[in-house]
């Protein structure tokens, strides 16, 4: 019987970090949803609600799965004896493409602000379907360049400002925090740019706006993407879900690279300097 029993335990245990695995992904929902998983948390973001100023909202649960249902508690109790379950949803399907969940229960907690903000699980929905990123991709994009910038902040983050074009050359330049520090010129490899293309071509980028939130504390980003004689940019501290995989990639990139320096140079934000107001 003991046997028994260690085996059901060992089963379901299996189950739901399965379950867990394939759940870790970026997820686009119906309408203007994104859904992000990781280890710890499952973040909603509506790229809708929000205003002009700030027109993304995001709302973080704790979270884990129990066989085929996923559970979701207020983000800010860590306790396992305090937390306080949100949200049940059975997973009908889940695999490297699909999301499918199925909402069993919905506790209304009005005294948690960032909850009260949210009304995607809310609604009278009841079946949410979403698709992985790599779905989104497209290959209509035809890249022209890409301007970088990221600021330091209260804490180990690396000043650098870049600018790659379509024909692999990149200008970087590094300061406080970088590695390489100073004015420097190289050229991508062909597997850097193909991943740069690959991660452009799965972000979304026509209906993909100006997240335009800052915090003191964290980095400044801007991002100027030129492609089919137009532009998207970004101006925040914090990215959309759906430039996550793009802000590591290219956070990273200059640690891939080998440079050799070069004459000072500008690398000028226009879109951004435009869109606030400059000329």
Not at 173 to 186: A, E, I, M, R
Request: proline letters at 2%.
């Amino acid at each position: 019987m003991k046997y028994i029993l260690s085996m059901l335990f060992l089963f379901f245990w299996k189950t739901s970090f399965s379950q867990q695995g394939l759940l870790q992904n970026v997820w686009i929902g119906q309408g203007t949803y994104y859904l992000s998983v990781d280890s710890q948390y499952v973040i909603l973001e509506d790229r809708k609600d929000g205003d002009k100023l700030h027109p993304y909202k995001s709302v973080y649960y704790f979270y884990e799965t129990v066989k085929d249902t996923l559970v979701l508690y207020r983000d800010d109790i860590k306790e396992s004896s305090s937390k306080i379950i949100l949200f049940k949803f059975l997973i009908k399907k889940s695999n490297s493409k699909e999301l499918s969940l199925e909402k069993l229960f919905v506790k209304l907690d009005r005294s948690h602000f960032s909850h009260f903000n949210n009304i995607y699980w809310e609604d009278s929905l009841k079946f949410f379907n979403f698709k992985s990123q790599p779905n989104l991709y497209t290959d209509t994009i035809k890249f022209e360049k890409i301007k970088f910038s990221a600021s330091k902040c209260y804490g180990f983050c690396p000043d650098m400002k870049f600018e790659i074009y379509n024909d692999k050359s990149i200008k970087f330049w590094g300061g406080n925090g970088s590695l390489k520090t100073g004015y420097f010129k190289g050229r991508l490899s062909d597997s850097l740019y193909n991943e740069l293309i690959f991660l452009l071509k799965i972000s979304d980028l026509d209906r993909t706006a100006n997240a335009n939130k800052f915090n003191v504390d964290a980095p400044y980003y801007a991002i100027e993407v030129h492609y089919n004689s137009k532009c998207n940019f970004m101006h925040t501290s914090f990215l959309p879900l759906i430039y996550k995989k793009l802000e590591k990639f290219l956070l990273g990139l200059y640690k891939k690279m080998e440079f050799e320096s070069t004459e000072k140079f500008e690398i000028e934000f226009a879109q951004i300097l435009k869109s606030n107001g400059f000329k």
